[in-house]
């Protein structure tokens, strides 16, 4: 006669002693991933537990015998009773299967009297969980779904105390006043969204909405009386970041006429345009251009092609566009409004070439009308930024007043000759260049301002979207799954460190003088390509996490990506933006040895292949604590030291490079990639340092410890981004970087319950933010 030797439900249940491993039993034979060493492996660990006595062995080994599997009918059995005795549990909640075992035989031990030392118990279970190798809490929610109206998984921290007025008050610290003033623009009724599918409608609401901008006095904040002097640009930015958080063609509309063509006439020309044009300027009298680009010349401005020939007898400049590459493109304000325009042109006198100049040339008269000679088109309907009237332009020999010409470094004078401060062609060029840089600090701080909406939107849906759930109890809110979390707040990290970044930068633009003049343009170049690419990911991440909803144009993402997505490409292509910021690393880098080139060069890197060894190491700890990844200084040692190792590297293979004979276009060239990497790692640190700092002069400690917190979580990510380099230079080990990954999952989880007071503290007006999603039809 053959016997069933199969394990029941009944002997297991009826073995008191039993009973704290019930839950891991029954998880162990339904997990169905378990192979049989490893419910072997489970067995021998949980027979060597003091308190089973020889009966509750021989049991528990029948239960765990590989070969011979409990049926499922009495598995079933064993569920419900777990079911019906957690019933019976004062608290709920349990995080893991021995938790809930521990706990079960608390309940068990009252009716049967069996001593429960809960603490060891606990402690024992914990490790035979973990050889299941099980997600505790996941096993936990399928096996006892809580009929709790909130997830078994609350929320990991308590939200920080701080006021969101107060943050906003630290992030709108300079130029208070002027956020003020443009915020109260923007709750005036006339601006609100309109139907952008209409061009010239939506054109012509864009021109209205700037008009009346300019008679509220936005242009006289940049040009208050139309001299240099009494420019406040600073002012100016402020005001174009706060309106940047509505839309984007009239932000884009407004920095071409009054930060690119303003600009050009108050820093390439002198007093006299200064005089007669900035008033024009402030009060969109003359609506304005910044002809740069043509259709062959994009990022290589030096080479544009349009001709600006001085006709001595006539005492004035015939502009003229040679061929149909050199027809200026792209041109904001062109195509409908503009009625004069800064075109760039290579200047000839008495037939000397004498490189890249600005000239005002009118384009249309008082009534709109196109002047003789000129031609100008539509560029056509954009991927974005529809309200903006971008068109070409060509010049068939126009002829402006020598006047015309802005002539703060070079000019032609009544005889005929040209003068100029500035002896070389290309030192003059890249001077004039210079000065536009404002520009470019515009366009990163209105990018940031549209990656705050970002955001604002889809974390404030975040927190009210419920998706998925443990079974029986209500869906978690998406900032609850963990993936969200790292893919919204991350970024939101970057964003309130980019934050200090800019103002640093807006800072030291104001500030600026002859002697950093280019340190602050590189500065500007490379945070203009950072956060401009900062911003696309944002939206495209932010997109994606509303789901459907984000795709619906009401929402407001859709123009967002649509509108920024070209910033990363226009007041400088990023790219070429970067290789600018790395070669005046190295300028920099070279002016440190220049006494004793050769010796020092091999001296520098003898000093680098040591210190490599050595301790300078950041990472030459192998601490993988929170206290010690938390610390600000350590992470800006690591990304210095990238910085500087990249920097050394890059030099010298240049050098290689130029001391063979290859050409420099050619060594630069081969050594693209590297340069790259040198000036996103020189960014990178730089933001973090302007971070630190800004969080280091906050007094209030409620302040100062959420913003602590966005701080490591950003420094904590830009090593786990880098963690690639480190390891492959071998600075890094596995279980650091690992750490470091953890610690990065721990820190969103921290800032989770923040999230919507730190966007909130962004100000952004909730008119500018259309009808978020979420808001309307889902309740909290
Ligand atoms: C909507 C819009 C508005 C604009 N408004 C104005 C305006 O008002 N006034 C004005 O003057 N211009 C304006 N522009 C022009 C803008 O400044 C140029 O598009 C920009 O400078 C890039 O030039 P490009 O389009 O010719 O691209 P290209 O220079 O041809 O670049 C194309 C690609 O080649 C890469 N590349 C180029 N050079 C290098 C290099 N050395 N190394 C590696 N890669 C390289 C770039 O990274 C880029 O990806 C506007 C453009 C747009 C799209």
């Not at 401060?421 to 030192?427: A, E, F, L, V």
Request: net charge negative.
């Amino acid at each position: 006669m053959v016997h069933d030797t199969r394990p029941t439900a009944h002997e297991l249940l009826s073995l008191p002693r039993l009973t704290p491993l019930v839950p891991m039993l029954y998880v162990a034979w339904t997990d169905g991933e378990l192979t049989h060493d490893e419910i072997r492996a489970l067995g021998a660990a949980a027979r060597a537990q003091p308190w089973l006595d020889l009966r509750s062995n021989t049991v528990l080994a029948r239960w765990l015998d590989p070969l011979m599997p409990p049926s499922p009918g009495e598995l079933a059995q064993v569920r419900e009773y777990i079911r019906r005795t957690a019933e019976r549990l004062s608290h709920s909640g349990q995080q893991s299967l021995a938790e809930l075992g521990a706990q079960l035989s608390e309940v068990v031990s009252e009716i049967d009297g069996m001593p429960a030392p809960m603490q060891e118990l606990s402690r024992a279970l914990a490790v035979l969980e973990e050889s299941l190798g099980v997600s505790g809490p996941e096993a936990v929610r399928n096996l006892v779904p809580a009929g709790a109206p909130e997830p078994p998984h609350p929320r990991p921290t308590e939200p920080t105390r701080f006021d969101p007025e107060a943050l906003r008050a630290v992030l709108d610290r300079k130029y208070p006043e002027v956020r003020a003033r443009v915020r109260d623009w923007l709750a005036d009724p006339a601006f609100r969204y309109v139907d952008t599918r209409d061009t010239d409608a939506y054109r012509d609401k864009v021109l209205a909405w700037l008009k009346a901008l300019a008679d509220d006095g936005l242009g006289r904040i940049a040009f208050p009386s139309g001299d240099e002097a009494g420019a406040d640009l600073g002012a100016f930015i402020a005001a174009f970041e706060t309106l940047a958080f509505f839309d984007l063609s009239l932000v884009v509309k407004a920095g071409v006429h009054f930060g690119l063509f303003g600009a050009s006439i108050l820093f390439l020309g002198t007093e006299r345009h200064h005089r007669e044009y900035l008033p024009k300027v402030a009060s969109l009298e003359l609506p304005g251009c910044f002809a740069m680009s043509e259709l062959h010349h994009g990022s290589n401005v030096r080479d544009v092609e349009t001709v600006a020939r001085y006709d001595a007898q006539a005492g004035n400049f015939v502009v003229h566009t040679p061929t149909d590459g050199a027809r200026k493109e792209w041109i904001g304000n062109a195509a409908r409004h503009g009625r004069m325009a800064t075109v760039f042109a290579q200047l000839e006198v008495d037939g000397k070439a004498l490189g890249v100049h600005a000239l005002l040339v009118p384009l249309r008269d008082v009534q709109g009308k196109v002047l003789p000679g000129v031609r100008i088109e539509d560029c056509g309907l954009k991927m974005g930024l529809n309200g903006v009237d971008n068109g070409r332009i060509w010049f068939d020999h126009v002829r402006v007043p020598r006047e015309n010409l802005l002539d703060r470094f070079g000019g032609v004078d009544e005889k005929g000759e040209y003068t100029s401060s500035i002896p070389g062609d290309s030192k003059r060029f890249f001077t004039m260049l210079g000065t536009l840089v404002a520009g470019r600090v515009s366009v990163a701080c209105a990018a940031l301002s549209a990656a705050k909406s970002g955001l604002t939107i889809a974390v404030r849906y975040g927190e009210v979207r419920r998706q998925f759930g443990p079974a029986g109890a209500k869906e978690v809110r998406l900032l609850d799954h963990q993936t969200h979390q790292a893919r919204l707040l991350k970024p939101l990290a970057r964003t309130y460190a980019l934050d200090f970044a800019l103002e640093h930068l807006v800072d030291r633009y104001v500030k600026r003088t002859e002697e950093d003049a280019r340190e602050v343009e590189a500065l500007a170049a490379g945070l203009k390509a950072y956060t401009t690419w900062h911003t696309t990911a944002v939206l495209q991440e932010a997109r994606e996490a509303c789901g459907g909803q984000g795709y619906l144009e009401a929402n407001r993402l859709p123009a967002l990506k649509a509108d920024t997505d070209v910033f990363t490409t226009f007041e400088g292509d990023n790219t070429v933006l970067m290789q600018l910021v790395a070669k005046g690393l190295l300028t920099g880098y070279r002016q440190r040895f220049e006494d004793d080139r050769v010796f020092a060069v091999l001296r520098q890197i003898a000093d680098k292949a040591a210190s490599v060894m050595a301790d300078r190491n950041p990472f030459a700890a192998r601490r993988t604590g929170s206290e010690h990844l938390r610390d600000g200084d350590f992470q800006l040692r690591a990304l210095r030291y990238r910085e500087e190792d990249l920097l050394a590297s890059v030099a010298l293979r240049l050098r290689k490079r130029l001391g063979t004979g290859v050409e420099a276009f050619e060594a630069f060239n081969q050594c693209q990639e590297h340069l790259l990497a040198l000036a996103e790692a020189h960014v990178e640190r730089l933001v973090l340092e302007e971070f630190l700092k800004g969080v280091a002069a906050v007094k209030d400690p409620g302040l100062k410890a959420v913003l602590s917190r966005l701080c490591d979580l950003y420094g904590l990510t830009c090593l786990e981004d880098a963690s690639g380099w480190f390891l492959e230079h071998g600075l890094l080990e596995g279980s650091k970087a690992r750490a470091i990954r953890k610690e990065v999952v721990r820190l969103c989880a921290e800032v989770r319950p923040d999230a919507v007071a730190l966007v909130d503290a962004f100000g952004i007006p909730d008119t500018c933010l259309a009808a978020p999603i979420g808001l309307g039809h889902l309740s909290p």
